[in-house]
């Protein structure tokens, strides 16, 4: 069983990091990397990437890792001295082992949310990539945060830059928050196109890199719908204190206007290792030469539209999840991650993914107040099981 820290062997940070194969994991150890003095990784996880993963443990040591599928959990163990835990709740006893200041949770989907809540039951600042736990989550979350005075801080940019933009001000000051998106792959294209778009299409993001689901939901511009929600949760605003605009560019990240009606915003290169540093820094700045620095004139320009409603309704779908409360967002979660996993496994079509979610919304019967985890799963196992009987 690993010890904390009284062992702690020196002041850097101890990291675990859930996701570690994945793209906003890599990023993370591409941080640690350049940050070796501050930084220490104490645990890592995995799907099934138990190649990637066996080279992450050769460079990094992690005292202890955790590999959810359980035949790459015996695959790896052949062939590692490192304890390795294993099956659906070997995330949830990494991060209720007695060490690690801070848990990177950097995985898709729902799968997120035990991970999360048993890091802050434990005392653990969570820096979270996961939008779908505060989407699905967001009052437990909150509430486990606070009673345990542990801090969640968002590692993704939009979200991390309204995090950076209003330290150092009263909650009453902010007049809203701007939301900024790239538009996606489909940004220029007809409904006609989209209704053919192949997987290869929607993954084809113009300026960021990143995983396949969360590319997929960029292209339906559902992301934007989860960070609406997962920003209620986070600066507790209500809906429509949160404003979405369109920014080709992806230069500048979000924005705060205040009551004075004066703005402030966070630019930068499109790299995820930006927010992810600040995050693991607890809001200090440190040089980081592998980050490009950003060149005003060379960029040029900005630009900006307001997101098609008829194109892109996912967007419209998670305003109105958000709007009616309860469980709705739950529900919307849900719906979107079966959908996205059908679409990836081309099982339907990417129009169909909106329609599902619209449909679900329709009959899905909200409870107000009162739910627990039991209940968020549940719902998606009522999501499942309707659409595995209707399917699109």
Not at 139 to 165: G, T, W
Not at 234 to 248: G, R, S, T
Not at 268 to 286: C, K, N, T, W
Not at 360 to 373: K, N, W
């Amino acid at each position: 069983m690993l010890q904390k820290s009284g062992n702690k062997r020196d002041d850097r940070t101890e990291l675990i990091i859930l996701g570690s194969t994945g793209s906003v994991g890599r990023q993370t150890l591409d941080v640690v990397r350049a940050l070796p003095t501050l930084f220490r990784v104490v645990a890592l996880s995995a799907h099934r990437n138990v190649l990637l993963l066996k080279q992450q443990i050769d460079e990094f040591s992690p005292l202890c890792v955790a590999v959810t599928d359980e035949s790459a959990a015996t695959e790896l163990c052949f062939g590692s001295k490192v304890p390795t835990l294993s099956g659906r709740k070997a995330l949830v006893d990494l991060c209720s082992r007695d060490v690690g200041d801070i848990v990177v949770n950097a995985i898709v989907g729902m799968a997120g949310i035990e991970p999360t809540l048993f890091a802050l039951l434990h005392g653990k600042d969570v820096a979270l990539a996961n939008k779908e736990t505060m989407v699905s989550a967001g009052a437990l979350v909150m509430h486990a945060a606070r009673k345990h005075q542990a801090k969640i801080i968002p590692v993704d940019s939009e979200p991390s830059a309204i995090y950076q933009c209003i330290q150092g001000q009263r909650q009453k000051a902010i007049k809203r928050i701007i939301l900024t998106a790239s538009g996606g792959p489909f940004r220029e294209a007809s409904i006609e196109e989209m209704s053919r778009a192949s997987v290869e299409d929607a993954l084809a993001h113009p300026t960021w890199r990143m995983g396949a689901k969360i590319s997929v939901d960029s292209a339906t511009m559902m992301n934007k719908g989860f960070e609406v929600i997962e920003a209620m949760h986070l600066f507790n605003l209500p809906p429509w204190k949160i404003d979405v605009v369109v920014h080709p560019q992806s230069i500048i990240h979000s924005l705060v206007e205040f009551i004075d009606h004066s703005t402030l915003a966070q630019l930068g290169f499109p790299d995820m290792r930006v927010p992810i540093q600040y995050a693991l820094s607890g809001g200090e700045r440190h040089e980081n030469h592998n980050i490009r620095q950003l060149d005003l004139v060379r960029i040029g320009q900005f630009t900006f539209e307001s997101p098609n409603p008829v194109k892109f309704p996912c967007l419209q779908l998670a305003r109105e999840a958000a709007e009616k409360g309860g469980t709705y967002p739950v529900a919307l979660n849900a719906v979107n991650d079966y959908l996205v996993e059908k679409f990836l496994r081309r099982e339907i079509s990417f129009w169909a993914i909106p329609k599902g979610i619209e449909y679900i919304l329709s009959l899905h019967e909200s409870v107000t107040t009162g739910y627990d985890l039991s209940d968020i799963y549940g719902i998606r196992d009522w999501v499942c099981g309707m659409l595995d009987s209707h399917p699109l």
